[in-house]
């Protein structure tokens, strides 16, 4: 996930020693670190393949998705790992740190619910369909619909997200997007646009009934 990767512990370290939690501040930083490590690792891998290229011009960002594909897997999981660890504790940094006006609620839940959809969108429609073939095509629809809408909305509700409600609209519109533009699911799109809508209403209306 290149700087965001870096910047999400970044931000967690500074609330974090800000609210004078030294230790996880400190942990913080050690996730800012690995994440950069591991980030570089698997740039420079993807640098090397892009360098056999005969159209390679040097530049920082000039790779392809061939050049991405030769990263091993452990280095990604490595990098993954440390985002995770990161952006769990942003979520702690906000849960116990000094209070925080609303526009800077809004811009932490906003980076916590953005890594939740890349880790998601990154799990492989075909793994879900070869080792869990009953998924569709309601139960994918619905699991994507309750990850990426129903736990943010939870996730809202515990952080006391002024106007939460305003995410619903935003996550229904990113799931049936997703939805209708095959981002997670291949077939029965009517349907799974049908099982998107009727949850993400349904967690709209818990969300006006707590």
Not at 12 to 33: C, Q, S
Request: include cysteine.
């Amino acid at each position: 996930m290149g700087w965001l990767s870096v910047l999400i512990p970044v931000v967690a370290a500074a609330l974090l020693f800000r609210a004078g939690h030294i230790i996880l501040g400190t942990l913080a930083v050690v996730a800012m670190v690995g994440a950069f490590w591991s980030w570089g690792v698997m740039h420079n891998f993807a640098t090397e393949s892009a360098k056999r290229r005969s159209d390679y011009s040097g530049g920082f960002y000039d790779l392809t998705a061939d050049d991405i594909n030769v990263v091993p897997d452990w280095i990604a999981r490595v990098n993954m790992a440390f985002t995770v660890l990161g952006a769990i504790l942003l979520v702690l940094s906000f849960v116990l740190g000094k209070s925080i006006p609303w526009w800077g609620k809004w811009f932490l839940f906003l980076i916590v619910y953005l890594l939740l959809f890349i880790f998601w969108s990154h799990v492989p429609a075909q793994r879900l369909d070869r080792y869990m073939p009953w998924m569709n095509p309601i139960g994918r629809p619905l699991m994507d619909t309750l990850i990426l809408t129903g736990a943010p909305a939870v996730l809202a509700k515990l952080w006391l997200l002024p106007c939460e409600w305003l995410f619903i609209p935003m996550a229904l519109m990113i799931n049936l997007y997703a939805t209708l533009a095959g981002r997670f699911i291949w077939k029965f799109k009517i349907i799974a646009a049908a099982v998107c809508l009727a949850t993400s209403l349904s967690i709209w209306l818990i969300f006006y009934m707590t």
